[in-house]
């Protein structure tokens, strides 16, 4: 059965518009809004839908403004926001819960994605950067004061541009990741979202829990899922992220931990056993882009050998 937007939700997104249209707009009110659409799906949906509304009044042409104006008699932001709430009127009176919730259906036309083996860069037309790792898939809203990325597979890092008058967040099924002016990385994974700052700060909230927003700060890492943001061991910021330039860096580390993550990159994942190799550390800068040479390499260090098989299986054994 298909169920309207609640006149409650689609009132308080109205009021959010309304108000970060506004120039009077703090940061608190950035974050406040932000906590506001974690709290449910359909939040965060009425809401940018509601946006979206507002930035197509901004592309109106002269003509057109100044014909809504003499129906309304009132300046362009007050227009907009008069718009906006018979917009509300409007989707309370018509859309479905279905049509709402439809991030489903969007992720499977992402806007960017790599293959396996593939990494890619992508600039915002805000000077943003978002760097997708392999097996990747992002969707991009960009709108005057807010760029909005969704994960939909894979890792990737944002580097933001400081701007007190920009917000950049990254969403997911399980939360979001929202930033003025930093470098951070996001994984997903089958159960969580796992978030690494490297530089600045970084709010981080649940998608059903909003009141369980964390800020984190340089250094600290984070696993959300769509109940509890839940904080994992500090690491220095430098060993974040070193996928990004091209290369797996290991100091001291489990083999497996280190196979496991060049298997990203390969069409034909290496075979080994994890209890078999169990005890086995390995350190060293490996190139993902030579997967041969990252091989010799991981081999040297750790002691192993490589056993190759006719169908091209490639072996990591003791």
């Known amino acids: 059965m298909s169920l309207k937007t609640p006149q409650n939700i689609v009132t308080a997104a109205a009021e959010w518009v309304g108000l970060l249209d506004s120039t009077s707009a703090s940061d608190a009110d950035w974050l406040a809004c932000e906590s506001w659409c974690a709290a449910h799906p359909l939040h965060r949906t009425t809401f940018e839908k509601m946006w979206a509304f507002h930035d197509r009044l901004d592309q109106a042409g002269p003509a057109e403004i100044k014909a809504l104006q003499s129906l309304a008699s009132k300046p362009k932001q007050d227009l907009r926001r008069a718009l906006v709430y018979g917009f509300a009127f409007v989707m309370f009176a018509g859309l479905s ?7 489903s259906l969007r992720d499977n036309f992402p806007d960017y994605h790599t293959a396996r083996g593939e990494q890619k860069t992508v600039a915002l037309a805000s000077g943003n950067v978002v760097i997708l790792d392999t097996d990747t898939a992002i969707r991009v809203t960009e ?17 933001v541009n400081r701007s007190p008058e920009r917000r950049f967040s990254i969403q997911s099924t399980f939360g979001s990741a929202t930033a003025l002016g930093t470098a951070y990385e996001v994984e997903l994974t089958a159960s969580a979202m796992k978030v690494s700052v490297i530089e600045s700060t970084v ?3 649940p998608a059903n829990t909003p009141p369980a927003c964390e800020t984190l700060s340089p250094g600290e890492r984070a696993s959300v899922d769509r109940h509890r943001v839940t904080r994992l061991p500090k690491s220095a910021p ?10 797996v860096e290991a100091v001291n580390e489990d083999l497996t931990v ?9 069409s034909l994942p290496l075979v080994f056993d994890p209890e078999r190799l169990k005890g086995r550390r390995v350190s060293g800068i490996f ?5 041969d040479a990252a091989l010799r390499g991981v081999v040297t260090s750790s002691g192993t050998r490589l056993v190759y098989t006719d169908n091209g299986t490639v072996s990591v054994v003791n």
């Open 97 to 103: 819960w279905s049509l709402l919730t439809s991030d």
């Open 143 to 159: 709108r005057e004061r807010l760029d909005t990325v969704r994960l939909i597979t894979g890792r990737l890092l944002a580097r």
């Open 203 to 205: 709010r981080v909230c």
């Open 238 to 247: 430098a060993t974040f992220s070193s996928w990004a330039t091209g290369w």
């Open 258 to 266: 280190v196979l496991t993550e060049l298997n990203r990159y390969r």
């Open 287 to 291: 190139p993902v882009r030579d997967q």
